[in-house]
């Protein structure tokens, strides 16, 4: 289980980064406080409803299944040619 929290804590603060949202941006988006997000990337929060982990990969663009590190790719396209 700490394994996976880790992921999903780096998968969501450097998705975060990459996408150039602010915790707080996030944060608000998600409807939860910064506070949340921010221990959520620390990896200090591992009680999060899987509700709040979709809206967290809705609001970023990616899968649930890359946040929680089970795809590669952020929307489970690998292989796929961005032409098609």
Known sequence: MERSASVLARNILL???DRQFT????AQAV????V???RLEKGDLQ???GATVARIAD??????DYLYGREATPNG????SDHV
Do not use: F, N, W, Y
Not at 77 to 80: A, I, T, V
């Open 23 to 26: 915790q707080e941006r996030l």
């Open 15 to 17: 998705t975060r980064r």
């Open 31 to 34: 409807g939860v406080s910064p």
């Open 77 to 80: 396209l690998s292989g796929l």
């Open 36 to 38: 949340t997000i921010c």
């Open 59 to 64: 609001e970023l663009g990616v899968s649930m």
């Open 47 to 49: 009680d999060l409803k």
